[in-house]
């Protein structure tokens, strides 16, 4: 099976699996988990922040941060594509009382200044008051869209300038990092707080990172706590976390670049539209346009032909590479597609 699906999908690596079963474990509850101790001291340095802290997944990431730097009341400003607006189920409201407001995102993932600007509220006591913006890269929704140094510092000028603390989505930050050729510090540089998933091109089987300040890392420990998040002799997971970080950053290129070998071949198949300029990572999503076949009878004559992938919103969909699938998978996947798209005309 080869499965397009997401990133998500990876299997952990032979390195991963060895160093899982030999680590050194405490109870991180304790803060006496050495190789968690470990993997926070090597993601803040690697994302350029003091400290950093182990989570489960990115949502949590996401959600603890967004706990730390708000109050209930206050109010937090997103991009109507972003991930933690689209799917991560209001959890911020849910759990912290906090206001959600959207932002248009561009195509490519960015905010216009002047969108930000007109989402910021004067001094009327009748609105929420803005604390923090929330912005992501790569963009997931936007094609896995990588944002570069100088479009994430234009619009974090707008965002200090209005007052705002910033956190950043960057569940796929190394991808985005990779694909501009520039160091991930360059990209989280603004930033007060950063997420970054271990578990999607990094190949680890569990877990995230979320970086920041020592005082902040400290508030966010309590709110990883008062939503469950506590872990006891994690670093059975955080060994994996390790191997990710020192082994699987640069390789993602492979996968941008079957990427672009998918995105290319796709483009070829009749009833099938990709935009090849928005493909920069891994990620790639196209159009089905063909009338005589339907997404959900496409997504189910691929899955008979050993391809899995993920249907959007018509006549959206989606497939990432990753890990585990390499060259060759790709084209076998092509070729699917076009038998699967003909068989149906």
Same mark, same amino acid.
């Given at each position: 099976m080869i499965d397009l699906r997401s990133d998500t999908v990876t299997q952990p690596t032979a390195a991963m699996r060895e160093a899982m079963y030999r680590a050194e474990v405490g109870d991180d509850y304790y803060g006496e988990d050495s190789t968690v101790n470990r993997l926070q001291a090597l993601a803040a340095e690697r994302i350029g922040k003091e400290a950093a802290l182990f989570v489960a997944s990115g949502q949590m990431g996401n959600l603890v941060?967004?706990?730390?730097?708000? =109050?209930? *009341?206050? *109010?937090? +400003?997103? *991009?109507?594509?972003?991930?933690i607006y689209r799917v991560e189920v209001e959890a911020a409201a849910t759990f912290g009382?906090? =206001?959600?407001?959207?932002?248009?995102?561009?195509?490519?993932?960015? +905010? !216009?200044?002047?969108? +930000?600007?007109?989402?910021?509220?004067?001094?009327?006591? /009748?609105?929420?008051?803005? !604390?923090? +913006?929330?912005?992501?890269?790569?963009?997931?929704?936007c094609a896995g869209s990588a944002l570069t140094p100088a479009q994430m510092d234009s619009i974090c000028a707008v965002a200090r300038g209005r007052g705002l603390s910033i956190h950043l989505d960057g569940a796929r930050v190394f991808n985005a990092a990779v694909s501009l050729g520039v160091d991930v510090k360059e990209l989280t540089r603004n930033a007060d707080s950063v997420m970054f998933c271990l578990s999607k091109g990094l190949s680890a089987p569990v877990g995230s990172l979320l970086a920041g300040s020592e005082k902040f890392i400290r508030r966010a420990r309590d709110k990883r706590q008062m939503v469950g998040g506590g872990m006891r002799q994690a670093g059975v997971l955080a060994a994996a976390g390790i191997v990710a970080l020192t082994e699987m950053v640069d390789r993602l290129a492979e996968d941008h670049a079957n990427a672009r070998l998918l995105a290319e071949g796709l483009a070829e198949i009749e009833g099938l539209e990709v935009d090849l300029r928005s493909i920069q990572t891994n990620i790639v999503i196209f159009a089905l346009v063909a009338e005589h076949i339907t997404p959900a009878e496409l997504v189910a004559g691929l899955e008979t032909e050993g391809v899995r992938l993920l249907a959007i919103a018509p006549p959206l969909l989606r497939v990432v590479t990753h890990h585990g699938v390499e060259r060759a998978g790709?084209?076998? %996947?092509?070729?699917?597609? /076009?038998?699967?798209?003909? %068989? !149906?005309?």
């Amino acid at each position: 099976m080869i499965d397009l699906r997401s990133d998500t999908v990876t299997q952990p690596t032979a390195a991963m699996r060895e160093a899982m079963y030999r680590a050194e474990v405490g109870d991180d509850y304790y803060g006496e988990d050495s190789t968690v101790n470990r993997l926070q001291a090597l993601a803040a340095e690697r994302i350029g922040k003091e400290a950093a802290l182990f989570v489960a997944s990115g949502q949590m990431g996401n959600l603890v941060s967004i706990l730390a730097h708000c =109050q209930p *009341g206050d *109010g937090v +400003l997103m *991009g109507d594509e972003s991930h933690i607006y689209r799917v991560e189920v209001e959890a911020a409201a849910t759990f912290g009382g906090i =206001q959600v407001r959207a932002v248009p995102n561009e195509p490519d993932g960015t +905010l !216009k200044p002047v969108s +930000l600007e007109a989402a910021i509220p004067g001094p009327y006591v /009748r609105f929420p008051r803005p !604390k923090l +913006l929330l912005l992501e890269n790569t963009h997931n929704r936007c094609a896995g869209s990588a944002l570069t140094p100088a479009q994430m510092d234009s619009i974090c000028a707008v965002a200090r300038g209005r007052g705002l603390s910033i956190h950043l989505d960057g569940a796929r930050v190394f991808n985005a990092a990779v694909s501009l050729g520039v160091d991930v510090k360059e990209l989280t540089r603004n930033a007060d707080s950063v997420m970054f998933c271990l578990s999607k091109g990094l190949s680890a089987p569990v877990g995230s990172l979320l970086a920041g300040s020592e005082k902040f890392i400290r508030r966010a420990r309590d709110k990883r706590q008062m939503v469950g998040g506590g872990m006891r002799q994690a670093g059975v997971l955080a060994a994996a976390g390790i191997v990710a970080l020192t082994e699987m950053v640069d390789r993602l290129a492979e996968d941008h670049a079957n990427a672009r070998l998918l995105a290319e071949g796709l483009a070829e198949i009749e009833g099938l539209e990709v935009d090849l300029r928005s493909i920069q990572t891994n990620i790639v999503i196209f159009a089905l346009v063909a009338e005589h076949i339907t997404p959900a009878e496409l997504v189910a004559g691929l899955e008979t032909e050993g391809v899995r992938l993920l249907a959007i919103a018509p006549p959206l969909l989606r497939v990432v590479t990753h890990h585990g699938v390499e060259r060759a998978g790709i084209e076998m %996947a092509v070729d699917a597609f /076009r038998r699967v798209m003909e %068989a !149906k005309d």
